[in-house]
């Protein structure tokens, strides 16, 4: 006997579209995530019979999408191209072999960075939901992946915009003629304060100086104190000895953590329709400050010196470990992979948009600006090593130590000094915006995504953006204080390390290849672009990315030291207790999410495991593939 066809029932928009689905008591838990994501087809919803009247569904506001594939393509590229490829990719590089780096970084993009980019955009856009609900929807038992890296995103954001905050006083300073950290006799310098020289025995001192720093080099165990070193940390910073002595807020810091939270508000508060608009400037605006200077860099004394210690292969490193992990926790600091950001992205993408293609040019361009920002950090450093009569590697460092200590003392040297001041930290300002506010609008995806019915009603989402912002604006409070270096420091080593990143990119790789299937993703892709992506990535996805992700999550954990603040200050325990609960608050939740829906759904351990691998939801319920007709 023919099974018998369930009815189909119409429900109407003002607009004149139609949305059909199965009237049954199956379907009854779908309905209003049918009628919410049909507003997004262009009309208000009307209610279906037993859905509880009109009045309770026009409450719902539309789920948004972008309006142009190239506001999808810029906001990824203001998230991607972020200060880890300015401050960091340049000192790996000239660190593990120059050149030759470029062979294990291009192995790591091709296997984990470009692959899981695509597979976390790609779940985003299929299933139209952010990077918490996706995974329900997916493989329901792996739901804990989506909360890791909400918690792990979240303290993320709370203590990445420091470093705006940093970058911002240093911008404001820079207005300055001289600039402040060019001279000792102020207010904030101690009696071993030198002033910075061009000559060649103060040089040696002060490279050698710098060079027991790895980290800040903000060390004070010198005999001499440079000037820029004792602005850093007396001026801006106003340090403390310890992270036990907190010594009060530092105002100027706070009031510059306040403005760049506004500019991310303002950024972000009416969806992705901001987002979208801010993302022209703040995407390209950065390559237009590191062009202007590389063309400077260029034309000073000593540049050439500097591009050669950058780029000269050593091809002997590539057999050591430690550069293959470098090249990887690069690629995923660079492609900030895992925080579920791409997944909010892409899911604001209409269901039939060649995502594939788009998000190879920005894994390239990301790349590609890597490289680019190493010509115009190295051609400076060429220069002030000139200066200072000494080699590259004395004064090359990474991270803030790089961008606060060493190339403020290299634009010093310049004449016009406060003009390359400016468009510096400019450049880092812009750079740090755009990653910060995209990674702020993929947090309140998620959480608007898990409720919907709650958040998407009037100005609510407004009020959760606000609260949100100022609830992280307090909690970084803590980090501009005169003890707030080593908080920062504390949440940098755990709170979004490579362990926590490495692991969630690992679980998403198992979740998507072996759980839910990638034939199945594949075929999803081809649903969406009209292709199936090369096999290449289906290798990837299956084998390569996650043995590449694990095994060097297992090296990170094997070679794994405690922290300590520029080699010099152990941390007490309870602070690396803290340390380690922030880690494991995202890690954690895969496993105990999982063990939590296994409990508590009934059945047979097979019934379990069945219900806990079957999707949730099928693209047919999301705005951009609903069945219109009319």
Wanted: glycine share 8%; proline share 5%.
């Amino acid at each position: 006997m023919a099974k018998k066809e369930k009815p189909l029932t119409e429900s109407q928009f003002q607009n004149g579209h139609t949305i059909k689905y199965i009237d049954d008591a199956d379907s009854v838990a779908n309905r209003d995530s049918l009628l919410e994501a049909g507003v997004a087809s262009g009309g208000t919803v009307g209610s279906p019979p037993g859905a509880g009247g009109d009045k309770k569904a026009k409450k719902y506001r539309p789920r948004e999408q972008w309006r142009s594939k190239t506001e999808f393509v810029l906001s990824c590229i203001a998230f991607a191209v972020g200060l880890g490829n300015v401050w960091r990719f340049p000192y790996l590089c000239y660190k593990n072999g120059g050149g030759a780096f470029m062979v294990p970084y291009i192995i790591c993009v091709a296997t984990a960075g470009i692959p899981i980019l695509i597979l976390e955009a790609g779940i985003g856009q299929y299933w139209q939901t952010g990077g918490l609900t996706v995974w329900n929807n997916l493989c329901p038992i792996s739901k804990g992946v989506g909360y890791g890296s909400v918690v792990a995103l979240f303290l993320l954001n709370i203590y990445y915009i420091i470093i705006l905050a940093w970058a911002l006083l240093y911008l404001v300073f820079s207005f300055s003629s001289p600039l402040p950290w060019s001279s000792c006799g102020n207010y904030w310098n101690s009696a071993q304060c030198a002033t910075i020289s061009r000559s060649n025995d103060t040089a040696r001192q002060m490279a050698n100086y710098l060079s027991q720093s790895p980290t800040f080099n903000a060390s004070l165990s010198s005999r001499r104190s440079d000037s820029t070193v004792e602005f850093w940390e007396h001026r801006i910073l106003q340090m403390t000895d310890g992270i036990e002595n907190v010594g009060g807020v530092q105002w100027e810091l706070a009031a510059c953590l306040a403005v760049v939270w506004v500019i991310c508000f303002f950024c972000i508060w009416k969806g992705i329709k901001s987002t979208g608009r801010s993302a022209y400037i703040i995407a390209l605006l950065p390559y237009i400050s590191l062009t202007i200077l590389l063309i400077r860099g260029i034309t000073l004394p000593g540049y050439m010196k500097g591009l050669e210690f950058y780029l000269r292969p050593n091809f002997s490193k590539i057999t050591d470990f430690n550069v293959w992990a470098d090249a990887g926790t690069q690629i995923f600091f660079s492609y900030a992979l895992a925080l579920g950001c791409l997944t909010a992205l892409g899911s604001y993408n209409p269901f039939k948009n060649d995502f594939y293609k788009q998000l190879v040019f920005v894994a390239t361009l990301d790349s590609s600006t890597s490289v680019f920002a190493g010509f115009a950090i190295f051609s400076v450093l060429g220069f002030m090593a000139e200066q200072k009569g000494v080699e590259v590697s004395q004064v090359a460092e990474k991270g803030p130590g790089l961008a606060f200590i060493v190339y403020p003392q290299a634009v010093a040297q310049m004449p016009w000094a406060p003009f390359w001041s400016v468009q510096f930290f400019l450049m880092i300002l812009l750079l740090g915006v755009g990653s910060q506010f995209v990674s702020v609008e993929g947090f309140i995806t998620a959480v608007v995504d898990l409720f919907p019915g709650y958040l998407r009603v009037g100005k609510r989402r407004e009020w959760f953006i606000g609260a949100t912002c100022f609830i992280s604006f307090l909690l970084g409070l803590t980090m501009v204080t005169r003890n707030g270096i080593y908080v920062f420091q504390l949440f940098d080593y755990y709170a979004a390390s490579g362990m926590c990143l490495l692991f969630l990119c690992f679980c998403e790789c198992a979740v998507v290849s072996w759980i839910y299937g990638v034939d199945k993703f594949m075929d999803n892709c081809k649903e969406m672009i009209g292709y199936r992506p090369a096999y290449w990535f289906k290798l990837c996805w299956k084998y390569l990315s996650p043995l590449l992700t694990g095994s060097i999550l297992l090296m990170l954990l094997i070679d794994f030291k405690p922290l300590r603040y520029n080699d010099y200050y152990e941390y007490p325990g309870w602070a690396t207790a803290v340390g380690w609960i922030m880690a494991m608050s995202s890690i954690l939740q895969v496993p105990a999410y999982a063990i939590y829906a296994y409990m508590t759904t009934p059945g047979t351990p097979a019934e379990r495991w069945r219900i806990l691998t079957t999707p949730t939801a099928s693209p047919v319920t999301t705005a951009s593939n609903l069945p219109l007709t009319g």
